[in-house]
Nanobody, 123 residues
């Protein structure tokens, strides 16, 4: 059974950091691009970052470039999102997802999704 489980969310002050993880099971992670998305209350789901399965090329939304870093460890079936210099507008539920055809920040291309982890940035 395919499963993606996110962890690492929480409450952090502005300027702080969180390390998010996404543990995958039930499929071969190597063959999939992996993405991180987020959704704030009343807003559409937004692509944050993705990483290819072939050569681990990375892509970021403009809003997080220079602050977030995506990485993957295929041997551990895990994808990570390091979030630094967090801002209140980063507050959202963060989801990881898997796409079979390549890296994109469009959620339409992703076939497997986790349940999400809440990130709240507030003083």
């Amino acid at each position: 059974q395919v499963q993606l489980v996110e962890s690492g969310g929480g409450l952090v002050q502005p300027g702080g950091s969180l390390s998010l993880s996404c543990a995958a099971s039930g499929f071969t992670l190597d063959y999939y691009a992996m993405g991180w998305f987020r959704q704030a209350p009343g807003k559409e789901r937004e692509g944050v970052s993705c990483i290819t399965g072939s050569d681990s090329s990375t892509y970021y939304a403009d809003s997080v470039t220079g602050r977030f870093t995506i990485s993957r460890d295929n041997a551990k079936n895990t994808v990570y999102l390091q979030t630094n210099s967090l801002k209140p507008e980063d507050t959202a539920i963060y989801y990881c997802a898997a796409a079979p055809y390549g890296c994109t920040l469009s959620f339409h291309e992703y076939v497997y999704w986790g349940q999400g982890t809440q990130v709240t940035v507030s003083s």
